[in-house]
């Protein structure tokens, strides 16, 4: 493993943890894959305990400015892992390429939303 790389991919991923909310995983999986030559699931499961590291220390400092809502938290996050456990199953029965082109259609779909939003909210204003 190339350890300025993981920094750098961590660092990343952190910084889009703690900016825009998200786990890590959208710049952790491509990043896995690409730089550090992990597999599709490979890097998928990995990104899962990073997640874990970057979510807490986010969710920590968040809470210290109030943004944390524990009730919807807690109610989502407890329901959660239903989904993994399926998931993981189809995850570990798919081929990489499926893997790969689904989370690549999921990060477009996510982007595009995103846009339309930020769209939307703009012209409000």
Request: proline content about 2%.
């Given at each position: 493993m190339n350890e300025l790389l993981a920094a750098l991919i961590a660092v990343a991923g952190g910084l889009a943890g703690g900016l825009v909310?998200?786990?890590g995983g959208i710049l952790f999986v491509p990043a896995l894959t690409i730089c550090l030559g992990l597999s599709q699931v490979e890097a998928e499961s990995t990104s899962?305990?990073?997640?874990?590291i970057v979510a807490l220390v986010g969710a920590i400092r968040q809470?210290?400015?109030?943004?944390?809502?524990?009730?919807?938290?807690l109610?989502?996050?407890?329901?959660?892992?239903?989904?993994v456990l399926v998931g993981?199953?189809?995850?570990?029965h798919v081929?990489?390429?499926?893997l790969q082109l689904s989370f690549a259609a999921l990060a477009l779909?996510?982007?595009?939303?995103?846009v339309r939003r930020a769209n939307r909210a703009g012209s409000a204003q």
């Open positions: 909310g998200v786990g899962l305990l990073m997640i874990v809470n210290g400015y109030g943004n944390v809502k524990i009730r919807e938290a109610v989502i996050g407890a329901l959660s892992p239903l989904g993981v199953a189809v995850a570990n081929s990489q390429r499926a779909f996510m982007a595009a939303q995103l």
